[in-house]
């Protein structure tokens, strides 16, 4: 065989291993983003387990709480309810973040419940919730960097807009969060 | 944790009275080794010229093994004799003046001069893939510090090829219980390739599997300082959030100062293992310079202090989360160490449905004299129902110990497995499904 022929199947080999490779890598990365998604949903889903238990123990001692609480259950049966959209969940979440925290500060006013038994380790399980949650979050957020990376440089970019894989958002601080918190005005209420 | 100003008034009051002596002590040692093994020296270097002389150079074209064997034994030698001399000495010194330290700073802090931390322990942190072949330590202190278990010894682990030995891991090898669970392994190891190559380094090391998936963090400082790996990904950022980062590059630095050349962390079974490596010893005392300069001492109070003051630098007794402080007693803490107290089995828990507490149907009364094939007689202490079988908590004379009621002979032998009416009374052993 002529030697510019050999050139060529070996060319095209390569190039054939390269166009594999770029298409196996592509779908590992957005298969890792979509996993660590779900990685959240999980935590979400056990920090839904533990609002019912923190509405009632708190109520008993928490008066003027009540409205809040109101608020979080029902926002917690939305997002128990299914079917809702990606962006939907992570809005519910942003909203159901913020409740929490506003409970926990206003915990500072019940003396009696801070030293409650069943109260402190409510509270353990909760940062650990929130802990895991967090951890998840970065692991999404980190993925997501891995895949849009991919999506955007050379010569990825082009196997990507080949496959029609767009880039996907980070996880982003909630507006009301990422605002200074005004002390006063929490104790205020 | 004490302060410098604390130090030196205790080095003053408690600590110069022995060191006098000790410094007598040792010009006798240097002296003496000063008279064995200079002559010894002398000898071996006329041996050597003599052997060279009749043999000729042939000796150094001997294969690499009699050439090697002669000159390890010629060191060995003179080590052997060299340690004969101090070690009376060695042994006095941590005996009154690194014990006196240990206590000083804390005194429910044990200190074992010949303790180090068990093989088992220092091969369950992983981060040294080797198989240890020479594995020596001393130094150990075993204690808490708030609501943290800590333990920690000098380390000096090898593996050998060939008739030589390469050092895998010399230094201080420090154990915390962590302040989170979890199940799988992070490990923290230093980060050369990203340093050095940048982005290629970072392909290189996610190609190293060795210790897990590559863990790619968000803290820059902390990145070019260690590679991350581990099990999960989401465990691994559980483990290091943005706090703890930061909080180990700060240590990193610290232990840098202190003279430790390098730092291997990782996060097995919900404890921390920090491997520091030195290149100089830490407690040892001097055999060849004076032992009455302070500042000499006061270098032992500080890497003490220095190693203490990890599970505030790491924040370790921060227990907000699932991971209680532990109120039980410290009994596993001797099961973990070499060279302690006779092991303390704790009682099996008690399952839901059985009762825990002995009943006049128990095999033993409380106090009944029993004796045991293996460990002798003692007196019964507590019986347990475990599932169909009895444990009973008898004190020994070697110790407390819990056993199956079954190897006990004792007085009236009441019967020892857990009968039908017992069941229908007591309620069933919690696997028996109805």
């Not at chain 1, 650990?128 to 010569?155: C, D, G, I």
């Not at chain 1, 767009?166 to 605002?179: D, L, M, Q, S």
């Not at chain 2, 020479?134 to 593996?159: C, L, M, N, P, Q």
């Not at chain 2, 407690?283 to 004076?290: A, D, G, I, Y």
Request: net charge neutral.
């Amino acid at each position: 065989m002529s030697t510019s022929i050999i050139i060529a199947v070996v060319i095209a080999a390569v190039f054939a291993v390269m166009i594999v490779s770029l298409y196996n890598s592509l779908i590992n990365k957005k298969n890792s983003v979509e996993n660590a998604f779900a990685g959240i949903d999980v935590q979400l889903t056990k920090r839904y387990d533990l609002i019912p238990n923190l509405v009632s123990t708190v109520q008993k001692y928490m008066k003027h709480e009540r409205e809040t609480l109101t608020e979080i259950t029902a926002m917690r049966a939305r997002a128990v309810s299914g079917n809702l959209s990606d962006n939907e969940k992570v809005a519910l979440d942003n909203q159901i973040s913020t409740a929490l925290s506003g409970i926990m500060i206003a915990v500072e006013n019940y003396p009696d419940l801070k030293a409650s038994q069943n109260f402190l380790q409510l509270q353990a399980s909760l940062n650990e919730v929130e802990e895991q949650l967090s951890a998840a979050r970065r692991a999404f957020n980190a993925m997501v960097t891995e895949y849009n990376n991919a999506v955007q440089m050379f010569p990825s970019n082009i196997m990507a807009s080949y496959m029609n894989l767009e880039e996907r958002t980070w996880f982003e601080a909630p507006e009301v969060k990422k605002g200074d918190i005004n002390v006063k005005e929490l104790f205020d209420n | 944790m004490r302060t410098r100003a604390e130090f030196d008034e205790f080095y003053e009051q408690n600590l110069l009275p022995h060191l006098k002596e000790l410094e007598v002590e040792r010009i006798k040692c240097a002296r003496k080794a000063y008279l064995y093994l200079i002559p010894y020296s002398i000898f071996c270097l006329l041996l050597t010229v003599t052997l060279v002389k009749n043999i000729g150079f042939a000796l150094f074209d001997a294969p690499g093994e009699i050439c090697g064997s002669y000159i390890a034994l010629i060191f060995g030698i003179g080590y052997a004799i060299y340690y004969a001399i101090i070690k009376s000495y060695v042994s006095d010194f941590k005996e009154y003046i690194i014990t006196g330290i240990v206590g000083f700073v804390d005194d429910t802090l044990k200190y074992q001069k010949d303790g180090k931390i068990k093989r088992k322990e220092f091969r369950k942190c992983k981060i040294f893939k080797m198989g240890v072949d020479t594995y020596s330590g001393d130094d150990r202190v075993v204690g808490k510090i708030g609501s943290t278990k800590i333990r920690f010894s000098e380390i000096h682990a090898e593996y050998t090829t060939n008739d030589t030995s390469h050092t895998i891991f010399k230094g201080l090898f420090f154990v915390a219980d962590f302040n989170k669970d979890f199940q799988g392994r992070t490990f923290l190891l230093p980060d050369r390739a990203e340093a050095a190559l940048g982005w290629i380094g970072t392909k290189l090391q996610s190609l190293n599997k060795a210790h897990g998936d590559l863990v790619k963090l968000e803290d820059p400082v902390f990145e070019r300082l260690f590679a991350v790996y581990g099990s999960d990904q989401i465990e691994a950022r559980y483990i290091l959030t943005p706090s703890l980062m930061e909080r180990v590059v700060n240590f990193k630095r610290k232990s840098l100062g202190a003279g430790a050349r390098e730092l291997h962390m990782s996060f097995v079974d919900s404890n921390v293992y920090i491997a520091l490596s030195y290149s100089r010893n830490l407690f040892e005392p001097s055999v060849f310079k004076t032992i009455l300069d302070p500042q000499d001492i006061r270098q032992y109070f500080d890497d003490l202090i220095f190693v203490l003051g990890i599970v505030e630098d790491l924040n370790l007794n921060l227990r907000i989360w699932s991971k209680m402080p532990t109120q039980a007693v410290d009994d596993d803490l001797e099961s973990q160490v070499e060279g302690g107290e006779s092991a303390v089995d704790p009682l099996p828990a008690s399952k839901p449905g059985v009762l825990p507490y002995a009943l006049p149907v128990a095999p033993f009364a409380i106090g009944e004299g029993v004796s045991h094939a293996a460990h002798g007689s003692g007196t019964v202490l507590a019986c347990v129902m475990t599932g169909q079988q009895w444990a009973v908590r008898v004190d020994f004379s070697t110790g407390e110990r819990s056993v199956q009621s079954r190897f006990l002979k004792g007085g009236e032998r009441k019967a020892h497995l857990i009968s039908r009416e017992m069941q229908v009374e007591y309620g069933r052993p919690y696997w028996k499904k109805d």
